[in-house]
């Protein structure tokens, strides 16, 4: 899976906040030349979050039904896509998960490739690797215990706020969960 750097992830936000972005304009925003902000803007779409436009880039729209029989192949729950967690695997299909919580534990299966997980508040897919997780909060989605993704730290800081929980980076998060469920 695609690793953004840091100002990738920084024009992931500010495309999430307008929507769509030029070449120009990224070239502006970040001081950078237009060789790097095609390869920048390339990354995104590798990585899905972005699909390209005319004159750059825009946000990615949520995929369809990713999941055929609407059952998480983790758990087997029915699948909504306000907490829909897609895992891609290395044989070009796909495999849905109810919850951030089951995705979170078949992302260490052999043969998943990377993954998009949904935004809480706002529904958008966001790479699950660069995503925030409040676990434990008062709001209980799905599976125990509760993991909620959210697209950035700050969206989840406020969510932990109002809800509890701890904010937690993808690797915390998967480890605590290897923790719960080794027992």
């Keep these: 899976m695609t690793t953004l750097t840091d100002r990738q992830q920084q024009m992931y936000e500010l495309l999430q906040s307008r929507l769509s972005l030029t070449i120009e304009e990224i070239e502006q925003q970040f001081d950078i030349s237009t060789a790097t902000a095609y390869r920048d803007a ?41 907490t829909l967690f897609i895992l891609q695997m290395k044989d070009n ?17 052999p043969g998943v490739q990377s993954a998009l997980a949904s935004d809480f508040i706002y529904g958008r897919m966001v790479n699950a690797r660069q995503a925030a997780y409040v676990w434990g909060s008062m709001v209980s989605i799905c599976c125990e215990p509760s993991v909620i993704c959210f697209s950035n730290w700050e969206e989840g800081r406020r969510f932990q706020m109002g809800f509890g929980g701890e904010l937690l980076t993808l690797e915390a998060a998967m480890d605590k969960l290897n923790q719960v469920t080794m027992f």
């Design 42 to 82: 390339r990354a995104l779409v590798m990585a899905g979050m972005a699909a390209k436009s005319s004159r750059g880039v825009k946000l990615a729209p949520p995929p369809e039904k990713h999941h055929p029989e609407g059952k998480c192949a983790y758990c087997g729950a029915p699948v909504n896509n306000r």
């Design 93 to 109: 299909t796909q495999r849905t998960a109810c919850c951030p919580h089951c995705g979170l534990l078949a992302l260490n299966k």
